[in-house]
């Protein structure tokens, strides 16, 4: 079962950015890499080019980089911190539940 999916409020636990939250936008399975809303920002070096209606882009363009899933914990949404996760079968299917021992809710 997946520790971190698409859409999941995390929290990052290292690096230059600890502390921070977001939102997860996206997951790299094979690389091991989340896209978090709002962390590890980069400046990348655009150069100018002509585009189709004839304006010209370029500058310094501020966009978010993956961060390694190892760097970051999911937050439950019932007791509002970060935990590690566990699972549990409910219905016939897997659900996560917070290991924390005064939660245990499932997300």
Not at 14 to 25: C, F, I, L, P, Q
Not at 29 to 40: D, H, I, Q
């Amino acid at each position: 079962m997946e520790r971190v999916k698409k859409n999941d409020t995390v929290r990052v636990i290292s690096g230059k950015d600890a502390g921070k939250e977001g939102r997860v936008v996206q997951v790299y399975r094979s690389r091991e890499r989340v896209m978090v809303e709002g962390v590890n920002r980069i400046t990348k070096h655009q150069r100018q080019r002509a585009t189709r209606t004839g304006a010209r882009e370029g500058g310094l363009i501020h966009e978010e980089a993956p961060i390694h899933l190892s760097n970051v914990m999911p937050i439950c949404p019932k007791c509002g911190r970060p935990t590690r996760t566990g699972s549990r079968v409910v219905e016939g299917k897997r659900a996560r539940v917070c290991k924390r021992p005064d939660c245990g809710s499932e997300f």
